[in-house]
């Protein structure tokens, strides 16, 4: 799998390619098909398909102030683009010059110029140019006069339509078994290990602590995991996501503990999946009280992972 950006161009051998043209952050079931569809024409007209996304989202480009909202960051969704079949992930840095990028500009220099696509296909919700003045139907009669085949597919539907915004809603709810409906899989976070006060290991239960950056947060709680290593190896484990409030001062942390590892994992680069939702944050009078509850809460963990 290849990252591009339009400033590092586009490779020969990826010129006529079919472009999945959206911002697909959490690469959920609607996404999915979307991307699904490009590499169908794909394989059929025998061309490369690029997934095409935008960082920072443009809801952050042009909503400074507005809280943390990311399912996925670059680095995930290109795992997920490659394990899809997609040959590249193209990049584009949303920033002034693309905002205020007319829809017929867009289409006639940056897909059909510089990317030098044969065909585009996007969600059937897809807006794009200045303003958003661009939709599908003007994507298809832009595309035509440039030599690019747009395409936009039905709207995956569970009751109502599948959206990254369901997902948040269900992510802030706890509702971990509809958040992993919706995208097929695990929400998972991802970062770099952090050194903490060591308070996990002298409680027995040593933890790889991750800040939750620009991730959306899911609802403050105790929480059955997935924790996949960088060399691909994965362990189940329980995590407290909160600002543990039996403890002073209050610190926002993903902190996970492995079921069966025994190793350093300081400054690596690890990503946890949750599971399943266990219970509310809690604040102990005795540490004693809080150990107890720990081992509930494990015992809870390996249950709902179906591990002994």
């Known amino acids: 799998m290849q990252r591009l950006t339009l400033e590092g161009g586009i490779p020969a051998d990826l010129k006529g390619s079919i472009v999945a043209l959206g911002n697909f952050d959490g690469f959920h079931l609607g996404h ?10 794909g394989f059929h007209e025998r061309r490369p398909v690029i997934v095409a996304t935008f960082d920072p989202h443009p809801v952050a480009f042009f909503k400074r102030d507005a809280p943390p909202f990311r399912l996925t960051t670059l680095d995930q969704r290109e795992r997920l683009f ?24 867009f289409v006639a220099d940056t897909l059909a110029k510089q990317i030098g696509a044969a065909g585009v296909v996007t969600g059937d919700d897809f807006t794009f140019g200045r303003a958003r003045k661009g939709d599908v139907a003007a994507l298809k009669t832009l595309g035509e006069q440039h030599g690019v085949a747009a395409e936009a597919v039905a709207p995956v539907l569970e009751g109502t339509r599948i959206s990254s915004g369901r997902i948040r809603e269900a992510l802030v709810e706890g509702d971990i078994a509809t958040a992993t409906h919706l995208l097929s899989r695990d929400f998972a976070i991802e970062g770099i290990v952090q050194r903490g006060d060591r308070r996990g290991r002298e409680l027995g239960y040593p933890t790889a602590n991750l800040t939750l950056g620009d991730y959306q947060r899911p609802k403050y709680g105790i929480y059955a995991v997935r924790v996949t290593l960088e ?9 407290n996501l909160g600002v543990r409030p039996t403890f002073e ?17 300081y400054g690596r680069k690890i990503e946890i999946a949750l599971h399943a939702f266990i219970r509310e944050e809690q604040k102990f009078d005795r540490v004693e009280a809080l150990v107890s509850r720990m081992k509930e809460d494990e015992a809870k963990a390996r249950k709902l992972l179906a591990i002994e």
């Not at 060399?231 to 995590?239: I, K, L, N, R, T």
């Open 82 to 105: 490659a394990h899809a079949g997609a040959d590249a992930m193209l990049v584009f840095c949303f920033d002034k010059a693309l905002a205020i990028t007319s829809a017929e500009d």
């Open 249 to 265: 001062p209050p610190e926002e942390l993903l902190e996970a503990h492995l079921f069966g590892f025994d190793g350093d994992l």
């Open 231 to 239: 060399d691909g190896s994965e362990y189940p484990g329980v995590a």
């Open 32 to 41: 999915q098909a979307v991307v699904g569809r490009a590499i169908q024409r």
